[in-house]
Protein backbone atom coordinates (compact mmCIF):
# COMPACT_ATOMS: atom_id res chain seq x y z
CA UNK A 1 0.00 0.00 0.00
CA UNK A 2 1.33 3.38 -1.10
CA UNK A 3 -0.35 6.61 0.49
CA UNK A 4 0.06 9.74 -0.67
CA UNK A 5 -0.85 13.17 1.45
CA UNK A 6 -1.71 16.07 -0.13
CA UNK A 7 -3.41 19.81 0.49
CA UNK A 8 -0.85 20.94 2.88
CA UNK A 9 0.04 24.90 2.51
CA UNK A 10 -0.26 27.96 4.50
CA UNK A 11 -3.45 29.70 6.04
CA UNK A 12 -4.25 32.09 8.62
CA UNK A 13 -5.26 31.63 11.93
CA UNK A 14 -8.78 30.70 12.24
CA UNK A 15 -8.62 29.28 8.58
CA UNK A 16 -9.73 25.82 7.06
CA UNK A 17 -7.66 23.10 5.29
CA UNK A 18 -8.47 20.03 4.16
CA UNK A 19 -5.60 17.04 3.40
CA UNK A 20 -6.39 13.85 1.41
CA UNK A 21 -4.47 11.08 1.48
CA UNK A 22 -4.58 9.09 -1.67
CA UNK A 23 -4.06 5.17 -1.35
CA UNK A 24 -3.09 2.48 -3.74
CA UNK A 25 -4.31 -0.96 -3.45
CA UNK A 26 -7.30 -2.69 -3.40
CA UNK A 27 -7.37 -3.40 0.26
CA UNK A 28 -7.70 -0.38 1.53
CA UNK A 29 -10.96 -0.31 2.47
CA UNK A 30 -10.25 -2.57 5.13
CA UNK A 31 -8.01 -0.52 7.05
CA UNK A 32 -8.03 2.31 9.68
CA UNK A 33 -6.46 5.41 8.77
CA UNK A 34 -4.99 7.72 10.97
CA UNK A 35 -3.65 10.85 11.02
CA UNK A 36 -0.47 11.90 12.99
CA UNK A 37 1.60 15.19 12.77
CA UNK A 38 5.03 16.22 13.85
CA UNK A 39 5.56 20.03 14.55
CA UNK A 40 9.23 21.88 14.52
CA UNK A 41 11.60 19.91 17.19
CA UNK A 42 8.72 17.46 18.65
CA UNK A 43 7.64 14.28 18.66
CA UNK A 44 5.07 13.05 16.30
CA UNK A 45 1.86 12.92 17.66
CA UNK A 46 -1.63 11.66 17.18
CA UNK A 47 -4.25 13.44 15.48
CA UNK A 48 -7.42 10.88 14.57
CA UNK A 49 -8.33 7.77 12.57
CA UNK A 50 -11.40 6.30 11.23
CA UNK A 51 -12.36 2.94 10.71
CA UNK A 52 -12.71 1.00 7.74
CA UNK A 53 -16.34 1.89 7.24
CA UNK A 54 -16.14 5.71 8.53
CA UNK A 55 -18.51 4.76 11.11
CA UNK A 56 -16.40 5.53 13.58
CA UNK A 57 -13.50 7.53 14.33
CA UNK A 58 -11.71 9.40 17.36
CA UNK A 59 -9.59 12.47 17.81
CA UNK A 60 -6.90 13.72 20.18
CA UNK A 61 -8.17 16.20 22.75
CA UNK A 62 -5.96 19.47 20.99
CA UNK A 63 -8.23 19.27 17.75
CA UNK A 64 -11.42 17.66 18.50
CA UNK A 65 -14.53 19.88 17.58
CA UNK A 66 -12.16 21.38 15.30
CA UNK A 67 -10.72 18.54 12.80
CA UNK A 68 -12.91 15.91 11.12
CA UNK A 69 -11.75 12.62 9.48
CA UNK A 70 -13.85 10.91 6.67
CA UNK A 71 -12.87 8.35 3.91
CA UNK A 72 -14.27 7.61 0.24
CA UNK A 73 -13.80 3.93 0.15
CA UNK A 74 -14.27 4.05 -3.97
CA UNK A 75 -11.75 6.48 -4.66
CA UNK A 76 -9.23 4.84 -1.78
CA UNK A 77 -8.91 8.33 0.05
CA UNK A 78 -9.15 9.85 3.32
CA UNK A 79 -9.80 13.32 4.08
CA UNK A 80 -8.61 15.33 7.19
CA UNK A 81 -10.80 18.41 7.44
CA UNK A 82 -9.23 21.19 9.71
CA UNK A 83 -11.37 24.31 10.77
CA UNK A 84 -10.40 27.22 13.44
CA UNK A 85 -6.47 26.06 12.49
CA UNK A 86 -4.43 28.09 15.61
CA UNK A 87 -0.64 28.32 14.95
CA UNK A 88 0.52 25.44 17.44
CA UNK A 89 -1.47 23.22 14.62
CA UNK A 90 1.54 24.24 12.70
CA UNK A 91 3.04 21.02 11.98
CA UNK A 92 3.89 18.35 9.09
CA UNK A 93 0.95 16.02 8.85
CA UNK A 94 1.04 12.04 7.90
CA UNK A 95 -1.69 9.35 6.60
CA UNK A 96 -1.12 6.41 7.78
CA UNK A 97 -2.73 2.53 7.65
CA UNK A 98 -3.50 0.03 10.21
CA UNK A 99 -4.00 -3.46 8.80
CA UNK A 100 -4.61 -4.59 12.01
CA UNK A 101 -8.57 -5.44 13.31
CA UNK A 102 -7.39 -2.99 16.79
CA UNK A 103 -7.98 0.72 16.54
CA UNK A 104 -5.07 2.75 18.19
CA UNK A 105 -3.64 6.02 18.80
CA UNK A 106 -0.51 4.90 18.45
CA UNK A 107 2.20 5.10 15.61
CA UNK A 108 3.61 1.84 16.10
CA UNK A 109 0.24 -0.07 15.28
CA UNK A 110 0.47 2.07 11.88
CA UNK A 111 2.04 -0.23 9.03
CA UNK A 112 2.25 2.23 5.48
CA UNK A 113 2.91 5.83 6.01
CA UNK A 114 2.82 8.46 3.52
CA UNK A 115 5.03 11.08 2.62
CA UNK A 116 3.83 13.68 4.98
CA UNK A 117 2.39 17.47 3.88
CA UNK A 118 3.42 20.64 5.53
CA UNK A 119 0.69 22.87 7.12
CA UNK A 120 1.51 25.98 8.55
CA UNK A 121 -0.98 28.38 10.51
CA UNK A 122 0.17 31.85 10.88
CA UNK A 123 -0.80 34.35 13.32
Known amino acids: VQLQASGGGLVQAGGSLRLSCAASGRTFSSYTMGWFRQAPGKEREFVGY????????YYADSVKGRFTISRDNAKNTVYLQMHSLKPEDTAVYYCAADTSPLYSAHEGQYVYWGQGTLVTVSS
Open 50 to 57: INWSGGRT
